[in-house]
């Protein structure tokens, strides 16, 4: 098979045709960039293997290009960034932007003794480069010199693999796999990246070797973890991890939620196989990993709280609560990160059961009120995570559920438009209170506080000063407080721009 005119499209791989040419060096473009080629994916980086100094091939590119390379000297690579060339001069696979990202080796031949997990690093040949690598279809080279210019070099048959939609190691795959144990996870994250299966003797071996897993670093995990994750359908991804063991080894929490327990005729759903769903659907509705790990972690609790009651049978209760309590540590870890990303998944998991709870119960636009002040602006992503966790086998009742649902999401939409209650903030401050009763700071100064606000969400006092201030007084009178002589009202003390301006029905 020829690449030569695609590659053509690219005028990168011309120029690094002609700089390999006059540095006297053999140039392959390899790995990754190959496979997508293949497979029509669009890929931003492009590998190129030389057989010698792939640093100062990347410079003589650099020089022709007139563009920075950063040099890594302590790994012999070396990487530049194009930016230049026209969009349309791009193959059809391009990203849009046309920003590659080009990194540069010299050809490797790794050895690995039992004693180190660092492996002896010599040069090599294009075939020693080869065989290094994770998977057949990751093992691919095309050529960029003269003689055989976009020729495909493939040893091990990783076209084929690609044609059947197989993952496969190059060599046996307990030489490939104890090399470097995080390619059982990259095994898996192509097989749920691209839809295809992992060929039996490497599934197996992958069985076998789980355990190796424990000499790789969080981080590395985490990176293929989260590539499934952002797969298209990732619960293919974590069946194949629960099968192979390495789920119970690197997300026992998650496997936690396996099984049904019957007491006295009465199951409960199988919450993995119920988490992985919700994660699928979440997966259809959107591409953004918080939202996916918010679905993975919204029922990580019920474990902890399950209950029998002989009444109605098994109860959760709390796990909403208990779950967004457990989400910190994981985080941890996971070495993901511990910030507003993660406040996020925590609020998602602790609010999940809200929108569906008032799909129950007489839905009271002060419910509704509550939910879109604590919701904010993740409303939206909490509707979605809420409307992908109605899950049954039972076709007509997830249909019911979800026409309730959506009469939720209209009512709330109407309520927000009309109260834009999105950054709620009750026009009466604590200050305004201490000075109007000539308080100090104390119990009856946050109670009268807690009182006002809470009218205003039940509807009965309006957002307003007008409104307010009467009821405050009122409030304080019930703790025999009467308000300073000559009360004026001092706008320093009021909540600016308090919302909703006008009446609350
Ligand atoms: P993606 O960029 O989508 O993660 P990729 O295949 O390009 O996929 P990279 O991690 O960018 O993956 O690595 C580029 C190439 O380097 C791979 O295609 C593979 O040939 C090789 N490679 C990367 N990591 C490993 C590894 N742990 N073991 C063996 N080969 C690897
Ligand atoms: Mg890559």
Redo the contacts with the bound molecule.
Sequence with gaps: MNFAETLHTNPIFEVIARRAAALDVRAFV????V??LVLKRP?K?I?IVCIGSGIDLAESVGRTLNVPVIVFKNFGTAMLRTGGSEPEEAPETTDPADRWEVEFVGARKESYRSESRKPIVEDGTLEDDQN????TI??MGISLNESDFGQLLDPFGGLDDLRRKIIRTPLDPTI?FS??P??MM?AIR?AS?LGFDIEPDTFDAIVAMKDRIAIVSRERITDELN?IILSPRPSYGFKLLFHAGLLDLIFPELVALKGVETIEGKGHKDNFYHTLQVLDNVADRSDDLWLRWAALLHDIAKPATKRFDPRVGWTFHGHEDLGAKQVPGIFRQMKLPLNEKMRFVKKLVRLHLRPIALVKEQITDSALRRLLIEAGEDLEALMTLCRADITSKNYDRVKKHLTNFDKVERKLRELDERDKLRNFQPVITGELIMEAFGLKPSKEVGQIKTAVREAILEGTVANTLEAAVPYMLEEGRKFGLEPVKELTINPELVNEKPSPSGNIP
Aim: aromatic share 12%.
């Design positions: 390899i790995g990754g960039f496979r997508d890929s980086d590998d290094r690598r994770d998977f990751n093992a490939t090399d470097d995080l390619r990259r192509f990246q590539k």
